[in-house]
């Protein structure tokens, strides 16, 4: 009510998305919501999740890409992808070995070996593990976090309790104490995601 800004919460919560999980799986800034305006890669994540689940219906668009017109479109978007991907590789592997106690998805990235020779996995391995991570977990995750919000907007009571735990936890003044073992410390923040992915579920 009253005057204020329309702010589209689920391209909010893909950009927040993309950005957590580059930071804390990738070690890479995306700066998805400081940037305004489309933001291009997140457009070219979508499209590559159309890409997969029609290909899924579909295998001949990945082998006949020349027949039409939409399926070269698609093979070009998977191409863009899987540069950016290389270059975002490259840069991980500039970082040199990581330590003992990295366990991000970077870290496991430069220590995954081939079972058999025991050397590195090729990087056609590695392009299609980070190119779905960002395409499927983006999206998933995005659109959880906006049904979430929608949910305790529309649930003042619900909303009150979840401010109270994350209050009484410290996590709204310190919010970068929060780390996976302290989620154990908010089981009304883990009853409201189960219960918002139950009546909405992502995947």
């Known amino acids: 009510?009253?005057?204020?800004?329309?702010?589209?919460?689920?391209?909010?919560?893909?950009?927040?998305?993309?950005?957590?999980?580059?930071?804390?799986?990738?070690?890479?800034?995306?700066?998805?919501?400081?940037?305004?305006?489309?933001?291009?890669?997140?457009?070219?994540?979508?499209?590559?999740?159309?890409?997969?689940?029609?290909?899924?219906?579909?295998?001949?668009?990945?082998?006949?890409?020349?027949?039409?017109?939409?399926?070269?479109?698609?093979?070009?978007?998977?191409?863009?992808?899987?540069?950016?991907?290389?270059?975002?590789?490259?840069?991980?592997?500039?970082?040199?070995?990581?330590?003992?106690?990295?366990?991000?998805?970077?870290?496991?990235?430069?220590?995954?070996?081939?079972?058999?020779?025991?050397?590195p996995v090729g990087d056609e391995v590695l392009l299609a593990e980070v190119g779905g991570f960002l395409a499927a977990g983006t999206e998933s995750m995005g659109a959880a976090l906006a049904w979430c919000l929608y949910c305790l907007a529309a649930n003042t009571t619900v909303q009150d309790k979840l401010v109270a735990e994350l209050k009484a936890q410290g996590v709204t003044t310190a919010p970068h104490r929060l780390s996976y073992e302290s989620l154990a410390n908010l089981p009304y923040l883990d009853c409201v995601v189960r219960e918002v992915l139950r009546l909405y579920p992502t995947g």
């Open 1 to 119: 009510r009253g005057s204020g800004v329309v702010v589209d919460m689920a391209d909010m919560c893909m950009r927040l998305s993309l950005d957590v999980m580059g930071l804390s799986k990738l070690g890479y800034d995306f700066e998805a919501v400081e940037s305004s305006g489309r933001l291009l890669i997140l457009q070219l994540l979508r499209e590559c999740s159309q890409e997969w689940c029609a290909r899924q219906v579909n295998p001949l668009r990945s082998w006949f890409w020349w027949a039409l017109d939409a399926w070269g479109d698609g093979r070009k978007r998977y191409q863009v992808l899987q540069a950016f991907v290389g270059e975002l590789l490259a840069d991980i592997r500039k970082r040199g070995p990581p330590p003992e106690e990295d366990t991000t998805l970077a870290a496991q990235l430069v220590r995954l070996r081939d079972p058999l020779t025991a050397r």
